[in-house]
T-cell receptor
Framework: AQTVTQSQPEMSVQEAETVTLSCTYD???????LFWYKQPPSRQMILVIR??????QNATENRFSVNFQKAAKSFSLKISDSQLGDAAMYFC?????????????FGTGTRLKVLA | EADIYQTPRYLVIGTGKKITLECSQT?????MYWYQQDPGMELHLIHY???????EKGDLSSESTVSRIRTEHFPLTLESARPSHTSQYLC????????????FGEGSRLTVL
């Protein structure tokens, strides 16, 4: 069975600094999606970034980038130039690509605090 | 922002009451999901649907039930609410298999006294 592990329950970062959130996963599949979702307090969960496993290039979205290490089954999120609005719970998630299977597996989350 | 809506956002009710949490999406997505999430904690899948008249139980056992009579509508019902049902319920939808992204509603926070 697939699992997703986030070993950092909470992280803090100074405004304008860089922080990296860790995620590891376990799967026997070769093709899959990995995601980072952001859940601000009392607000809608939104997609931050997505990575397809067959793509070797790390995904980037503005200040957000990932370090995808397929062999190590590691998928960390780097937030550069942290802003107060980045404070939120961040969830790492996995989904198989195989047609007919659309269940997502989430990690336990990392609460990110941004210090002014 | 995603076009997926949940009502009510907040609900406080007494034990034994029947409640329905509404979820609607205007994106035409086939796949819809209900997750249960305690504050600041992980998400647990309780129900999912891959299309009209298709519903399945998720990984976390739940006393709630769901229905999918229309593509855009995926309500969750508790016939007799108990304090143990106090939680946040998140509805989500996706179009698969190639895009992968889950779109979430804002959640319904249920408190059962």
């Amino acid at each position: 069975a697939q699992t997703v592990t986030q070993s950092q329950p909470e992280m803090s970062v100074q405004e304008a600094e860089t922080v990296t959130l860790s995620c590891t996963y376990d799967t026997s599949e070769s093709d899959y999606y990995l995601f980072w979702y952001k859940q601000p307090p009392s607000r809608q969960m939104i997609l931050v970034i997505r990575q397809e496993a067959y793509k070797q290039q790390n995904a980037t979205e503005n200040r957000f980038s990932v370090n995808f290490q397929k062999a190590a089954k590691s998928f960390s999120l780097k937030i550069s130039d942290s802003q107060l609005g980045d404070a939120a719970m961040y969830f790492c998630a996995y989904r198989r690509i195989t047609s007919g299977t659309y269940k997502y597996i989430f990690g336990t989350g990392t609460r990110l605090k941004v210090l002014a | 922002e995603a076009d997926i809506y949940q009502t009510p956002r907040y609900l406080v009710i007494g034990t034994g009451k029947k409640i329905t949490l509404e979820c609607s999406q205007t994106m035409g997505h086939d796949k819809m999901y209900w997750y249960q999430q305690d504050p600041g904690m992980e998400l647990h899948l309780i129900h999912y649907s891959y299309g009209v008249n298709s519903t399945e139980k998720g990984d976390l056992s739940s006393e709630s039930t769901v229905s999918r009579i229309r593509t855009e509508h995926f309500p969750l019902t508790l016939e007799s609410a108990r304090p143990s049902h106090t939680s946040q319920y998140l509805c989500a939808s996706s179009v698969g298999p190639n895009t992968g992204e889950l779109f979430f509603g804002e959640g319904s926070r249920l408190t059962v006294l």
